[in-house]
Antibody, heavy 115, light 112 residues
Framework: EIQLVESGGDLVQPGGSLRLSCAAS????????MSWLRQAPGKGLEWVAN????????YYLDSVKGRFAVSRDNAKNSLYLQMNSLRVEDTAVYYC????????WGQGTLVTVSS | DIVMTQTPLYSPVTLGQPASISCRSS???????????LSWLHQRPGQPPRLLIY???TRFSGVPDRFSGSGAGTDFTLKISRVEAEDVGVYYC?????????FGQGTKLDIK
């Protein structure tokens, strides 16, 4: 059974940093592209970033470029999202997903950016 | 960037009746490999989205056959032949043909 479990969400002040993690199991992580997506409270879905299976290339939403960095450790079957210079508008539930926004999502972790 | 536009944004439906949601993209979703990466997702409150349809019309494993997808190029439709109580929630179309991936605004389906 494919499982994705996010962690690391917290309350952080504007300008602060946070690192999210996603533990993957039930599939061959090292051959899978991975995504981060988010959903602000009461709002729709938004794609944030993707990373190739080997970590050689990543893609970002314009509004997070230069502030967020996606990475992975294939030996640990783990995906990460380093978030710096956080803004109030980054407040959301963050999901990791296998591939694109498709069949396999985690349950999400809440990031709240507020003073 | 590709913009996805869904209509309607709210759809009250009687149990057992059909429902239809439209999704239009600002440019063609045909990938250079010839496939069209348009999917439909369903989300219930407090839960992550669930994949219903991918590549326009292919139902994901376990999805009831009352759900169907159609369309081509820039215009796509999700149809539910007979709405059941468990179908309430928000439906999203999404394109994964090119980065940045994009979602429609979501269509809330409710029972009258």
């Amino acid at each position: 059974e494919i499982q994705l479990v996010e962690s690391g969400g917290d309350l952080v002040q504007p300008g602060g940093s946070l690192r999210l993690s996603c533990a993957a199991s039930g599939f061959t992580f090292s051959t899978s592209w991975m995504s981060w997506l988010r959903q602000a409270p009461g709002k729709g879905l938004e794609w944030v970033a993707n990373i190739r299976h080997d970590g050689s290339r990543s893609y970002y939403l314009d509004s997070v470029k230069g502030r967020f960095a996606v990475s992975r450790d294939n030996a640990k079957n783990s995906l990460y999202l380093q978030m710096n210079s956080l803004r109030v508008e980054d407040t959301a539930v963050y999901y990791c997903a296998k591939g694109g926004p498709g069949a396999y999502w985690g349950q999400g972790t809440l990031v709240t950016v507020s003073s | 960037d590709i913009v996805m536009t869904q209509t309607p944004l709210y759809s009250p439906v009687t149990l057992g009746q059909p429902a239809s949601i439209s999704c239009r993209s600002s440019q063609s979703l045909v990938h250079s490999d010839g496939n069209t990466y348009l999917s439909w997702l369903h989300q219930r409150p407090g839960q992550p989205p669930r994949l219903l349809i991918y590549q326009i019309s292919t139902r994901f494993s376990g999805v009831p056959d009352r759900f169907s997808g159609s369309g081509a190029g820039t215009d796509f439709t999700l149809k539910i032949s007979r709405v059941e109580a468990e179908d309430v929630g928000v439906y999203y179309c999404t394109q994964t043909t090119e980065f940045p991936y994009a979602f429609g605004q979501g269509t809330k389906l409710d029972i009258k």
